[in-house]
């Protein structure tokens, strides 16, 4: 092992804006910093990469905004997507220092754009990149290391020395080497564990090996690890993780944005078995797209086809994969290895419970099924026009709730409920402390700049006494 | 399906990119891939024509190499680009000529460069290595009269092809959406094309070299474009001097045409060189390599028109006159002929995609949706 000759203030693991977040603000506050990404260039960012908004307050429009979003509103959002499992004083106080985000990621360069098409419904909440969030992680890279910060590549943290909550030195890989390097504090921002199947087959079972994972292959959860071997506190429930239903095609990886469906409200959804399990038209699909993550997961072999027809085509964004077609329910059964018996009956039965009502795709409308079971609440329309469409289905695996617990400095709390003398963490790797469950578009990056701010700027802080 | 292997490369792409839509805020050609489904060969054609190859979307891009889904869209536009130029090509026996077509512009200039030194040398050897001055020194060497109906019959032939290749680019392009062209259409995509709005990746900056956005080829197509604008003004202003007002050059240094003329000469050797600079600098990743011939003799053929006009000015007074005479002649002879066949025709085909761009964004909804 060679040791690294320089001692840094600030050690920071990971690469995505929750690291380079801590990174700059570590920085401009006088620390010298050390950002060790275990990916490769291009991949840097983590899950950073496939974002495209942040969802900060604002108490009023701005060029990109359309109006207001108050901490009130924030908060009340907060609120019901978790269904109370936050913790509010983190939460609340999180929200307030959102609202000054706007103007320091502009700071540091990145550029907001006005809501994108097909998301008009964030338009007022969320602040889009300009370009996307590997548009936004090349900015914060370049002003990072405009301002002096080290980056490096492909150089992951293995093991972390830690004696009673206080961070003296870290081991990394790098160019098929081992180096050990120390500094006088450590920020954690180097994701959950969505990529690391093991793990998740600790809780999911053989299912996990039919998940695709939708963000970063580095996203193994390698530091979460070794940070809760090394007695810091615990939060979220490990169990958990956001899981949206994605196209069954999309690769293991990284399929990113452009493998998401959004027909389920305008066609039902069978599992291998041709059967369906759960009410499409519940509600609207921003609000109901994150349960079929899970809702899949639990069919046999975790596969489900959303199955609709010619008149729902052009109704939703496309996607990258085109739908499988047949002109017959019955052909598009073989096409699917599905029971062609079964699909008819199952589309027959469906058919057969639909009742009229006045069609309209973007609200709750009144077109449902009566005496089905699982019912289909709205936007239930007969599949009768060919030609007939389906895409197949997994659970695809955003990100995982677990996390390391954190105060209102980011600095981490151990086990026994004491404070962290140098550790600080940020992202992903504690959202689970404001975010128990849920999720809301935009807030997993508030929690990746509000609190890899705050981290730097407290590790600086840390370093310099 | 597609025409060709680079218009199923773009069709594939396009689908990608209508999938995620992050770079929407970056150009023209994300908010009118938004308002297609279907890509067909002529869509893929206008939207490779509306993309500036500013670079941005390329490093903001996910899925850009060495991400599985292979996402190239300045590179493959670029191929599509090309072809399109070659495919509406009149008439469409010389399309061939886009194929290696930095050759084929060389030999063109080069060609017409010896005609015009022998043709001097043998309609009178003497005058033509002797000093001329006064009215008339020119054509002393070439009669006028000769001159006109030279280059007007290559004017006029020039641009009667790139108009057929033009009508047939917007037809072709035209096949779904019918678009009336009116002058507020028009009106736009000029305001667009003069200050070329859409090579600054949305305002953060265009890519050339890597990843950080520092491109300067909008100084540099300015200084070109604007300089090529005036060195045609120059010629207009001097034929009316020689028709209207019965005055033969040379014209003095103060006079319109000169004056005209060299700053736009100035402006064009400057600009063509600084596009040059930044072609042969341009990071392989957003470069065609097949089409970059074309895009270098292009910018090195307006070089030496503007370079070969202004060391005419400051010699003619001497006995270099004549084989300078010659050299210029021969290189804005060459421009013309090669026009239609060559890299000029990305400013047509351009502004045609900009005024189609104008015109869409004024009609809600799915282009050509049928």
Known sequence: ?465 | MHGTNALAEADRMMTVCNSCRYCEGLCAVFPAMEKRRIFADGDLDYLANLCHGCGACYYDCQFSPPHEFNVDVPRTFARVRAESYARYAWPGALSSLFARNGRAVSIAAAVSMILFLAGFALFDGRSFLSSHEGAGAFYVLMPHVAMAWLFGAAFVGALAALWVGLAKFWRYTDERSKMPVTAGLLLQAARDAARLRYLDGGGSGCMNEGERPDDRRVLFHHFTFYGFLLCFAATCVATLYHYGLGREAPYAWDSLPVLLGSVGGVGLVFGAGGLLVAKLRRTPELQEQETRSMDLVFVAMLMLTGGSGLTLLVFRATPAMGPLLAIHLGAVLALFVTMPYGKFVHGLFRFAALVRYAGEAATPGEAGSS
């Not at chain 1, 006045?358 to 077109?367: A, G, I, K, Q």
């Open chain 1, 1 to 465: 092992m060679s040791e690294s000759r320089k001692q840094y203030d600030v050690l920071v693991a990971g690469g995505g804006n929750a690291a380079l977040c801590a990174a700059i603000s570590a920085r401009r506050a006088g620390a010298s910093v050390l950002v060790l990404e275990a990916a490769p260039k291009f991949f840097r960012g983590g899950n950073s990469r496939h974002t495209r908004n942040m969802r900060l307050a604002h108490d009023s429009a701005t060029k990109t905004l359309t109006g207001p979003y108050t901490e009130e509103e924030f908060w009340d959002d907060l609120l019901r997507v978790t269904g109370g499992k936050t913790d509010e004083d983190l939460a609340r106080f999180m929200i307030r220092e959102s609202k000054e985000m706007l103007n320091w990621i502009a700071e540091q360069g990145v550029r907001f754009q006005p809501s994108l098409g097909g998301t008009l419904s964030l338009g007022r909440t969320n602040s889009f990149f300009l370009g996307g969030g590997r548009a936004m992680l090349n900015t914060l890279y370049r002003t990072a290391e405009s301002l002096g910060v080290e980056v490096h590549y492909e150089a992951e943290i293995v093991a972390l020395k830690i004696e009673d909550g206080h961070f003296h030195a870290a081991t990394f890989t790098e160019g098929g080497r081992t180096h050990s390097v120390h500094a006088a504090a450590f920020v954690a921002a180097a994701g959950g564990f969505e990529a690391n199947i093991p793990w998740l087959k600790e809780y999911w079972g053989d299912a996990a090996e039919n998940f695709l994972i939708r963000g970063s292959p580095y996203n193994r959860g390698t530091i979460l690890k070794l940070l809760l071997a090394n007695g810091v506190q615990e939060v979220g429930d490990p169990t958990q993780c956001h899981a949206v239903a994605i196209d069954a095609r999309a690769p293991r990886f990284d399929g990113g944005i452009i493998t998401r469906l959004d027909c389920v409200v305008f066609g039902i959804v069978v599992n291998k078995e041709g059967k369906r399990f759960y009410d499409e038209g519940e509600d609207v699909w921003p609000k109901r797209y994150a349960i079929w993550g899970r809702l899949v997961a639990g069919q046999p072999d975790q596969i489900a086809y959303i199955i609709f027809d010619a008149s729902s085509l052009t109704l939703f964004m496309p996607s990258l994969f085109p739908p499988i077609a047949a002109p017959t329910i019955r052909a598009l059964a073989g096409e699917l290895s599905l029971d062609p018996d079964v699909l008819e009956e199952t589309i027959a039965g469906f058919n057969a419970a639909v009742r009229p009502g006045f069609f309209n795709p973007t609200e709750l409308d009144d077109c449902r099924t009566e005496g089905l079971v699982p019912p289909k609440s709205h936007w239930a329309r007969r599949i009768g026009t060919a030609p007939f469409y389906a895409y197949p289905v997994r659970p695809g695996i955003t990100f995982t709730y677990l996390g390391t617990r954190v105060n209102r400095d980011a600095r981490m709390v151990m086990r026994s409920g004491a404070t962290a003398s140098n550790m600080f963490a940020a992202g992903e790797i504690m959202a689970g402390n404001v975010l128990g469950r849920g999720y809301a578009a935009g807030v997993g990056m508030t929690i990746g700049s509000v609190f890899g701010r705050i981290a730097g700027r407290e590790a600086a802080r840390n370093a310099r006494n």
